[in-house]
């Protein structure tokens, strides 16, 4: 990869050699301009490659040159955190502590973020509290940081606010809370963390960083009947979230396909669950193949995801059609479930697949108290070309009070044929 600095260039070089004398270079002679053009290009360059640079850069570094480092402090790339880190923990002495406490404290947000991430290899109960106040800070490397520190500290008061922090009424704290968990890494909040989720108009940020710090797959099988169940309502949030909140490279980061091979082992059993997981199979299947087929959704995948994506692909094509139509059977039943979460995501499958011969069905089902519910009933009905099937229309808007939906369902009224 060529770059507008030489030096940087030649660190990124398959040559061992050359990478190791630009590596040796960018230290020695506390070479800024090629730290800040390897700052600036980390997001374009291949992960190996900068694994390799970095590896380079760790060798490069000694006691006698360790101090150059703090001159490039103000320059972040969460790619160089590691790095940066551990070359100071390698050669930590009092001067490297007091002068990152000194950082953490009235540094700059970049200078904070290498600092907090120093702080959580090197464990210093000074700290704490300079962590705990950058884990509120809008600049989310730093936040981010402080939270993974705290949590190698087990601190325990940051960890109790951010779990209070999930009931908050404002979703923003909410989700801060939930990112600040998934990274301090105590798996005994998932619950707290599901409750929120399912409760947020955020479910699907909320869910990826469940999904992060957790294995959603083991959480299907848990002991715990809501944790099973909230799991699986994370899980689909993950199928609504692919492509349109995240690129399909995370099918690696959320496991996606340990996920199905565990919904289909349950779909074997006699489980509570049963009409969830067929639920989540076909609309994973639906989605994953509508990806897989068309182009748009993976020109700028990496040959790796999309090995995975069509790994994923044949794995649930490999069932026979017998098996499908079984799930159908069972998402049917889902439109009974007491949980109006679980209606909707049928609904909206149901949509989705163009399942029409269920239309009556569902005109019978237009008693629902629900009212979101039944405009969900009513758009799925638009959906399949089946809105004429409806006689009572009158009744139906004035059982709707809500405005929005109202105006929603007056629509398709008027422009259904």
């Known amino acids: 990869m060529n770059l507008k600095n030489k030096i940087t260039s030649d660190l990124l070089k398959k040559d061992k050699n050359i990478s190791q004398n630009a590596a040796n270079s960018i230290i020695n002679d506390t070479n800024l301009d090629a730290w800040i053009c390897l700052v ?3 997001d374009y360059i291949l992960d190996f490659i900068k694994r390799n640079a970095t590896q380079k850069l760790y060798f490069a570094c000694n006691e006698q040159n360790i101090f150059n480092l703090f001159e490039f402090l103000n320059y972040h790339s969460s790619d160089l955190d590691d790095f940066v880190a551990s070359a100071f923990a390698a050669f930590c002495n009092d001067e490297i502590v007091e002068r990152m406490f000194k950082l953490l404290d009235d540094g700059t947000n970049q200078q904070k973020a290498y600092a907090a991430k120093f702080f959580s290899l090197v464990h210093n109960p000074n700290a ?6 950058g884990s509120k800070s809008d600049y989310k490397p730093l936040a981010n940081n ?5 949590g190698e500290m087990n601190e325990q008061a940051s960890f109790d606010y951010y779990v209070e922090l999930l009931s908050s009424d404002d979703e923003w704290k909410v989700l801060n809370a939930a990112e600040f968990l998934s990274l301090y890494g105590n798996r005994d909040v998932v619950l707290p963390m599901l409750r929120a ?6 479910s699907e940020y909320i869910s990826s960083e469940i999904a992060s710090f ?7 099988t848990s002991d715990n009947e809501e944790i099973q169940e909230l799991s699986l309502e994370c899980f689909d949030n993950i199928l609504s979230g692919l492509v349109h909140v995240w690129p399909l490279s995370v099918l690696f980061d959320f496991e996606v396909k340990a996920c199905l091979e565990t919904l289909l082992n349950l779909i074997q059993q006699e489980g509570k669950f049963n ?6 199979l076909l609309k994973a299947k639906n989605r994953l193949e509508l990806f897989n087929q068309n182009d748009q959704y993976k020109f700028d995948e990496d040959k790796n995801t999309l090995c995975e994506l069509e790994d994923i692909c044949g794995l649930l094509n490999s069932y026979p059609e017998t098996f ?3 799930q159908i059977d069972n998402l049917l039943y889902e439109l009974d479930s007491s949980n109006g979460k679980r209606v909707i995501a049928a609904l909206n499958l149901i949509a989705d697949m163009k399942i029409d011969y269920v239309a009556k069905d569902l005109v019978k089902k237009l008693d629902a108290n629900d009212e979101k519910v039944l405009c969900e009933i009513i758009i799925t009905l638009s959906h399949i070309g089946r809105v004429s099937e409806i006689s009572n229309k009158g009744e139906i808007l004035e059982k709707i009070k809500n405005p929005n939906l109202k105006a929603i369902i007056e629509n398709i009224f008027l422009t259904a044929v």
Do not use: P
Request: a negative charge.
């Open 197 to 202: 989720m399912s409760n947020s108009t955020m």
């Open 214 to 220: 957790d294995k959603l797959y083991n959480l299907f």
């Open 40 to 42: 600036e290009n980390a």
């Open 324 to 326: 499908w139509e079984a």
């Open 128 to 133: 704490i509290e300079l962590l705990f106040e």
């Open 275 to 280: 009409k969830r997981c067929s639920q989540l």
């Open 146 to 150: 402080c939270a993974v520190a705290l």
